[in-house]
């Protein structure tokens, strides 16, 4: 068993979503603070991957592969992480550009309401890979000089009810979970304890093959991880944990190096990537010879 002299967080995000940190700052921040394994989780995208890859190179620390996809169950939103995922993956990939494409168009019917409201704001360029959201324009709105704090921005104008909040068109779990395993990774609810029907969510998203529960993280009490992991042990589904570090300013932060997943549950996370990346190999080599049996009886 892999032994690990500093902290395992697999839960955090950059630039490219709705972080304040590019990729590349967020592992320096990270090795600052210990973390020795780190997954960037950015919503919707792995565009901060290759970026995050290289400077995990640079400070020593293990970079895991991820992405947290933002979808529908029972008309709730849900965030799905998806962990070990290969950003090369077709499916992944036409998975994020179809929710990026819904989010711009969220994002510019969003600047459009601010505007009709008395709150026109001047929008910078933005990258096509980037995953727009409220906390960008939060960010924009405080910039501005519109309100006083990112706190004020949401209470005003971005919270549900307010002149600025756009619903999100989501896609279902079931396309999440099956994008996540199609890119080789496999999917966790991700911070089940913040949605009062978390139980609901967990049972639903058994039925569309759900490799595990976050259990560790910044807003989970003691009482609400141990009941994750309980229910995960219930259902031999895999633990994982991480702060949901968003930035410097950001409340969680302080948990940033300090709140994340056991090694032993890494172990086993590794485990079953393993595990699976030898059934998706097995069950190539199964298709391709069926295909080269069919080829030779034409």
């Known amino acids: 068993m892999a032994e690990h002299l500093g902290v395992v967080d697999l839960h955090s995000h950059s630039t490219c979503s709705d972080g304040t940190l590019t990729p590349s700052e967020l592992v320096a921040e990270a090795a600052r603070r210990g973390v020795a394994v780190l997954a960037l989780t950015d919503h919707d995208t792995v565009a901060g991957l290759a970026e995050a890859a290289e400077a995990a190179l640079q400070h020593g620390i293990e970079l895991v592969r991820g992405i947290e996809v933002t979808c529908d169950c029972q008309g709730m939103e849900v965030h799905m992480l998806g962990l070990g995922v290969n950003p090369g993956s077709g499916d992944l990939q036409a998975l994020c550009k179809l929710i990026l494409s819904r989010r711009r168009l969220r994002f510019n019917e969003m600047i459009e309401r601010l505007r009709m409201v008395g709150a026109p704001l001047s929008v910078p360029e933005t990258a096509d890979g980037m995953a727009l959201a409220r906390p960008f324009v939060a960010r924009l709105l405080v910039q501005q000089g519109f309100v006083e704090s990112y706190t004020e921005a949401f209470d005003r104008y971005l919270k549900r009810g307010c002149p600025g909040y756009v619903e999100h068109n989501r896609i279902s779990m079931a396309q999440a979970i099956a994008a996540i395993h199609a890119g080789s990774g496999l999917a966790f609810v991700a911070h089940p304890g913040l949605n009062p029907r978390g139980d609901d969510v967990v049972y639903e998203a058994r039925q569309f093959g759900l490799d595990g529960i976050e259990c560790w993280h910044s807003d989970h009490t003691h ?76």
């Open 223 to 298: 009482d609400v991880q141990n009941h994750y992991r309980a229910m995960a042990q219930k259902f031999d589904m895999l633990c994982s944990g991480g702060a949901d570090f968003h930035g410097l300013d950001h409340p969680r932060s302080k948990h940033f190096g300090q709140r994340g997943c056991p090694s032993a549950e890494l172990d086993r996370i590794r485990a079953r990537l393993q595990r699976a990346g030898v059934e998706r190999r097995s069950e190539q080599s199964l298709h391709d010879l069926a295909s080269k049996s069919a080829l030779h009886n034409v």
